[in-house]
């Protein structure tokens, strides 16, 4: 692979919005993923692999809940911070964002937020600094954009619960110390569970043959007839509404994600394009590929305008769920154009492994779908905006 | 041992370098700002003597607020406390006096500073601090040992490296070599946050003159268009450079 020549554009000047520690966290992140991730990132990908060593990295740099209160081993950052951190990893890799996106709002955030003192004790700490990986288990074979079906269930035995069923699609399973798992109790009320790996019938297969998100560890979580001891349930909150929290906080790290990819992904492209010469002249002097990079950085500047008022938001407790799909939405969108336009900058070479943009964008499906489809966000808006629901 | 650790704040190497107000003031608009390569070298070192030896470790900068950034990423690396002396740096000699009173008053042992800094490239101010404090000096230091007071100095040459004996209290201008670029660290979070509750602080100049003004900056001329001429073609190279390029 091309050595990491990235330079990130700031069109806007956004960096002058960006306090003093805002910028050095985020050049923490920059600096890691050129050194640690950039120079791996590819031969991963390509043979399908996590690079399970820039795990103690990720710690480093903040990027396992660094919103978590310093007491239970986060960073006690503000949300833009996260989201900088996160844009930073996607820059590198949509796949290594989402390991840290599960492990930050999928796994820290549930047990911060609706765990006892004793959860947030025992795993916090261990989470924060990549000693515990987490997966978390919403999305079942036959309930992924409507996960209020879910099958997957538990029992009161008295003294423990008793845990049946399967999630499909679960990033980080293989490999996972313990699972944040949503399932229905005997009412039909869903909660949130901790099940650990090493508890009888508990197994987590791994799903091969992916195009995407190869550099991220996919499986599924199998439970029969698991035996959980009740002091890992989450008891602080129950109901659909306890993991769409956790999506909350996670689609909002995946709409700064996303510009990081589509950072890289210009960035590649108008480096080429002042480059590569045909008919004499370098591409980038013909009007197409301008149109292209044009409206490339006009997207891409839009786009950090958009998180950085809902981090704004979100630091005073105000984005609505509406709000962030919004932005998860489009800001993905974005990047997953410019990469497909940008992998056509790049002719022949934009296939390759040479360049990171083919990669990018074979990510970006899985992150159009993820965390609730494109079509999804849409829905969501449009019943924020009407009233009316028009999921069934 | 007390060290400090002079830090200048410089454009990152990858910046576009522009002028304004008559071509007499850098335009620092867009630009991003960076630890002096140089200077980082000798923090790490600073770093390595504070871990393995004991030491305590402070930065010091002669700038605006402007600088704050760069001095917290120093911060953020492990130096243990910062000085800034709130001033522009206007030059070479101005710096180096306000810098030689920092280390007057704060009694160190080793001053490392960076043998030039990238932004002007002028090379004089740890000399400077050196005379003005009559301590002992290394330049171009590839290589720092220190043993109660007696150092050990590598030092590169023409051509080759000198090995030097000397002893504290010395100031020297380091350079890669200190440690490699392999040995940078990247400020990790824990490092960040310790950062926050560090002291960094500020510290009005002494009066003193600059030695010299900016009149006016000039940047390099646009490079030419480039002629390829075909291997085979020497009778066309040679009547180029002669009529056209008057080189030969
Ligand atoms: C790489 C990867 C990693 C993942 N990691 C995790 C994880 O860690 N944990 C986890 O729980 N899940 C995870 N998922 C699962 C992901 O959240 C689901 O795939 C997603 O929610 C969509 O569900 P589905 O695939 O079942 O699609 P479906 O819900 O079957 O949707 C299929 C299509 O129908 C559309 N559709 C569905 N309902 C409607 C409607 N009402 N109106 C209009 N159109 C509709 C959708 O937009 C989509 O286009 C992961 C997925 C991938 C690909």
Known sequence: MKPDLFEAPDYYNIDDLLSEEHKLVRDAARQWVKRDVSPIIEEYAQKAEFPKQIISGLAEIGAFGPYIPEEYGGAGLDQISYGLIMQEIERGDSGVRSTASVQSSLVMYPIYTYGTEEQRKKYLPKLASGEFMGSFGLTEPNHGSNPSGMETKYKDMGDHYLLNGAKLWISNSPFCDIAVVWAKNEDGRIHGLIVERGMEGFSTPETHNKWSLRASATGELIFDNVKIPKENLLPNKSGLGAPLGCLDSARYGIAWGAIGAAMDCYDTALRYAKERIQFGKPIGAYQLQQKKLAEMITEITKAQLLVLRLGQLKNQGKATTAQISMAKRNNVDMALTIAREARQVLGAMGITGEYSIMRHMMNLESVITYEGTHDIHLLITGMDITGLNAFK | ?248
Not at chain 2, 31 to 45: A, H, K, M, Y
Not at chain 2, 111 to 131: F, K
Not at chain 2, 170 to 198: C, F, T, Y
């Open chain 2, 1 to 248: 041992m007390k060290i400090l650790v002079c830090i200048s704040n410089v454009p990152d190497t990858t910046s576009k370098i522009n002028f304004t107000e008559g071509d007499t003031k850098f335009d620092t608009n867009g630009v991003q700002f960076v630890i002096n390569p140089n200077d980082e070298f000798g923090l790490t070192r600073a770093m390595w003597f504070k871990e393995k030896q004991g030491a305590t470790v402070h930065v010091a900068n002669v700038g605006g607020t402007a600088t704050e950034p760069t001095i917290r990423k120093a911060l953020a690396i492990g130096a243990d406390e910062a000085i800034r002396v709130n001033a522009e740096p206007i030059d070479g000699f101005y710096v180096a006096q306000q810098l030689a009173e920092v280390v007057k008053n704060g009694g160190y042992d080793l001053v490392i500073a960076g043998r030039e800094s990238l932004d002007y490239n002028g090379g004089m101010v740890p000399g400077m601090i050196a005379t003005l404090l009559d301590m002992n000096f290394v330049n171009t230091c590839t290589g720092l040992e220190v043993d109660g007071d007696t150092v050990t100095a590598t030092r590169e040459i023409d051509g080759g490296k000198e090995k030097i004996s000397t002893s504290l209290p010395l100031v020297i201008g380091g350079q890669k070599g200190l440690v490699q670029e392999s040995d940078l660290r990247i400020p990790n979070m824990r490092g960040i946050m310790m950062a926050r509750k560090k002291a960094l602080t500020v510290i009005e100049p002494i009066a003193v003159t600059a030695a010299t003004t900016d009149v006016s900056f000039d940047k390099p001329a646009a490079k030419g268009a480039v002629k390829l001429i075909d291997a085979d073609n020497i009778d066309e190279l040679i009547n180029l450079l002669h009529n056209e390029a008057k080189a030969i």
